[in-house]
């Protein structure tokens, strides 16, 4: 089944319903989907969860008390002394640093977490950055559908301080602190969303937005059994909320049950068919293997976008698709015209610098990706930068390639102490750039929660940097048999049947990965190269 166009499209904050936003994620689980927050507020410390969980905190209309204490909970004050504090404090126990790297580093950290940061998604988890879509009379529908997401917030947190009871209000702030916390790469934005959300179902229980909110955040965390619970909580309330829709697929992607991902995407186009729903329609085909189908239905989603944010969206994704077939100027032509409509997408730059480092433009493509890493550190970008400094291996490159990998320790670090689980990220940094041990360790854990393509990957990958090869054949083995085209998996397949004494596959397997993206990782090509030589 092809997605159906939505012939009455239009941009996402104006088709929303007054009880559902139309703020959509691309699956996490390329993500490091990612996947991230905003700032902290009192309404996180101990104090105030315990409020927030015996329903105290909760004001009421008449109890003289409502506008302190919903203050509390909607104000989203940035805490900038408290954020470089945290990442000193995470670093100080994993870092031997150089002082001057030190401090450049905490500071790249730091400024993710401020208002200044812009969206970044993983390679599969980016978003539209829209702002958030109204519920509540008292909050101007022309203001939310602005695209200024802060200024979004700061006018729902000043009506929710005089009318704390509107659960639609606290609904919306819920999901706008999600985004948020998306788009701004700090964790510590995720316990404020919950309350949010909480304090909605505690007014109006079996509310589908805050529903579909919860949906969203427990995947945001990587919580996948519960963003399928939520979900599907939405869904018997309101069958065609887009939101609950979309985040079933992901849920279902990411617990690696395909089957029904597709069956459940197939659904989400007879009822709710737009972006967020075809672009999850052609991931669940990429994932199988059916390359032609996504790229159509990718194309067929850029052609009905209308807002900034939903071209340089789907834009990406089709550069990504095609960075990752090895078409490097069709790659390019798709990135650009996703920093066309939005010159500052970072997810785009992070492409376009992956694609210039597969071009051999290697200094086009640190800075590029210096820029990303400056405002948006995250795991991904953080390796990739750190790879592309040793492969330079300039005088003090190998310094700053430490310092990128210091980093995604810090920053798992702070979306653990904020309920993300982290493990997948953990395992594919460490595997090749830190403790060997705690790559299986969390490689083991992801494994045992959900058994994806990816984490299969990792796991095989992180058994294999620890010498258990014959253990790692039959998850490299799996991460490949769904006919997902990606040129890592291959070369991690090729690796390990060649360690294993298979050399027939093994040279099948590297030169497979080289004939499909030749570019796909900075080190990775030149060592499956090595590998293929060796194997002939």
């Given at each position: ?15 929303a ?6 703020v ?13 927050a ?10 105030g ?27 989203a ?24 790297q ?50 979004s ?6 009506h ?29 934005r ?7 959300l ?26 996948f ?24 697929i ?14 459940a ?18 991931y ?5 293997g059916?390359?032609?189908t ?19 969206y ?40 992956r ?11 640190i ?15 953080l ?23 210091t980093l995604?320790?810090a920053?798992?670090s ?35 929660r ?16 620890s ?20 040129a890592?998996?291959l070369?991690?397949l ?17 030169r ?6 030749p ?14 030589e060796?194997?002939?």
């Open positions: 089944m092809s997605p159906r166009t939505n012939d009455n499209a239009t941009p996402d904050a104006e088709k319903t007054p009880d559902e936003s139309t959509g994620a691309m699956p996490a689980e390329n993500t490091a989907e990612a996947t991230p905003g700032d902290t507020a009192e309404a996180t410390t101990a104090e969860k315990a409020e927030a969980a015996s329903g105290d905190s909760i004001p009421t209309a008449d109890s003289g008390e409502d506008t302190a204490d919903a203050a509390d909970a909607a104000d004050a940035e805490m900038p002394d408290e954020r470089v504090a945290a990442v000193r404090r995470l670093s100080a126990s994993q870092r031997r640093w150089r002082t001057a030190l401090g450049f580093c905490a500071a790249a950290l730091a400024v993710a977490m401020t208002a200044g940061a812009v969206v970044l998604g993983a390679l599969r988890d980016g978003g539209t950055t829209p702002a958030v879509a109204t519920v509540s009379n008292g909050v101007s529908p022309q203001l939310l559908a602005s695209g200024d997401l802060d200024a917030i700061a006018s729902l947190q000043a929710l301080r005089t009318q704390p009871k509107d659960f639609g209000g606290w609904s919306t702030l819920g999901l706008a602190y999600v985004e948020q916390a998306r788009t701004k790469g700090d964790p510590s995720y316990p404020q969303a919950q309350e949010a909480d304090r909605s179902l505690k007014l109006r229980p079996d509310y589908d937005p805050a529903l579909a909110g919860r949906a969203a955040l427990a995947a945001a965390r990587h919580d059994t519960g963003a399928l619970k939520y979900a599907d909580l939405a869904l018997k309330q309101n069958p065609y909320s887009e939101r609950a829709l979309s985040s079933r992901d849920a279902l992607v990411e617990l690696g049950r395909y089957d029904e991902a597709s069956k995407a197939d659904l989400a186009d007879s009822r709710r068919p737009g972006v967020p729903v075809f672009t999850r329609y052609a669940v085909h990429e994932l199988r059916d390359v032609k996504a790229r159509r239905v990718l194309r067929q989603a850029l052609a009905t976008a209308t807002s900034r944010g939903d071209i340089s789907v834009a990406t994704a089709l550069g990504q698709l095609a960075w990752s077939q090895g078409e490097y100027d069709a790659a390019l032509t798709y990135f650009a015209r996703a920093l066309a409509a939005d010159d500052g997408y970072l997810p785009a730059l992070e492409g376009r610098a694609t210039q480092a597969a071009q051999g433009d290697g200094a086009a493509a800075k590029g990706m210096e820029q990303v890493v400056q405002r948006y550190p995250l795991p991904q970008p390796v990739e930068l750190g790879e592309l400094y040793e492969a330079r291996g300039k005088a003090g490159d190998a310094q700053k390639a430490r310092d990128q990998y995604v320790n920053w798992v702070l979306a653990r102490a904020n309920g993300v689980d982290a493990d997948l990220d953990t395992a594919l940094a460490a595997a090749d750039h830190g403790d060997r041990t705690a790559a299986l360790k969390a490689a083991r854990d992801e494994w045992a959900r058994h994806t393509v990816h984490t299969a990957d990792a796991l095989a990958w992180a058994l294999h940097v010498g258990r090869d014959a253990e790692a054949l039959p998850y490299a083995r799996r991460a490949t048999a769904t006919g997902y085209r990606n890592s998996f070369y991690h090729g690796v390990i049947e060649q360690a294993t004494g298979h050399t027939g596959k093994a040279r099948t397997a590297l497979s990965a080289l004939d499909l993206n570019g796909f990782s900075p080190l990775g090509a030149r060592e499956a190269r090595t590998a293929l060796a194997a002939q």
